[in-house]
């Protein structure tokens, strides 16, 4: 099974419907990232969170939302979605102190809105 | 602001040619800087990470090299093979913040 896995893997919906994206991972991480992927654009940071209490926004959270339900759930929510939200959004994970600082990364959404 | 630039943008070579990709940054005050890989319906994987103090990394046929002073990085990929077909992104975690800087990523393809 993977370690971060991503919910739905593909969705089409229509403009001002809401729509949540959830993350869950099994690698015991403590710190977890919302991204999103446009062509041209490279990889920008949504939301990130250390823990269920310490949730921070990142380079572009307006228009989106999210909740650390548990330590292995991480949640994206688009509250009246809108077509420049159209996207593949990644979720990621990482664990503090240990040196290595990598993040996984699970295998996407690629979320269009019509 | 931080920016990093990959490149090339894509890059085709005949199989078992070693290939190098490059990557700068604007901004050497970084804490680390990643390679990725990416393959299409499968997110990204980390390759290589080194840190700002370290020099090189090595995994296999991959090197990745780090001079934090003039910005840049470059990825080594020795004997390369179809299967090392991908987008490969480079990404600067800058001092003091938990953002990842990502690239556009060099589209590599290797033919048979």
């Known amino acids: 099974d993977a370690d971060v896995t991503q919910t739905p893997r593909n969705r089409i919906t229509k403009t001002g419907k809401r729509i949540m994206l959830e993350c869950s991972q099994t690698?015991?991480?403590?710190?977890m990232y919302w991204y999103r992927q446009d062509p041209g654009l490279g990889l920008r940071l949504i939301y990130y969170?250390?823990?269920?209490?310490?949730?921070n926004k990142g380079e572009i959270s307006d228009g989106y939302s999210v909740s650390r339900q548990a330590q292995a759930k991480f949640s994206l929510s688009l509250e009246s979605a809108i077509p420049n939200q159209t996207a593949l959004y990644f979720c990621?994970?990482?664990?503090?102190?240990?040196?290595?600082?990598?993040?996984?990364f699970g295998p996407g959404t690629r979320l269009t809105v019509l | 602001k931080q920016e990093v630039t990959q490149i090339p943008a894509a890059l085709s070579v005949p199989e078992g040619e070693n290939l190098v990709l490059n990557c700068s940054f604007t901004?050497?005050?970084?804490?680390?800087l990643q390679w990725f890989r990416q393959d299409p319906g499968k997110g990204l994987t980390s390759l290589l990470l080194?840190?700002?103090?370290?020099r090189e990394q090595t995994s296999g046929r991959l090197n990745a090299s780090l001079d934090k002073s003039s910005g840049r990085s470059t990825l080594y990929i020795a004997a390369s093979q179809p299967g090392d077909s991908a987008t490969y992104l480079c990404?600067?975690?800058?001092?003091?913040?938990?953002?990842?800087?990502f690239g556009k990523g060099t589209k590599l393809t290797v033919n048979p």
């Open positions: 990621a994970t990482s664990v503090a102190g240990r040196g290595t600082d990598t993040q996984y």
């Open positions: 080194i840190q700002s103090s370290q």
């Open positions: 990404a600067v975690r800058e001092g003091g913040s938990e953002k990842l800087v």
């Open positions: 969170s250390f823990d269920v209490k310490d949730i």
């Open positions: 690698k015991g991480h403590d710190r």
């Open positions: 901004d050497s005050a970084i804490y680390n």
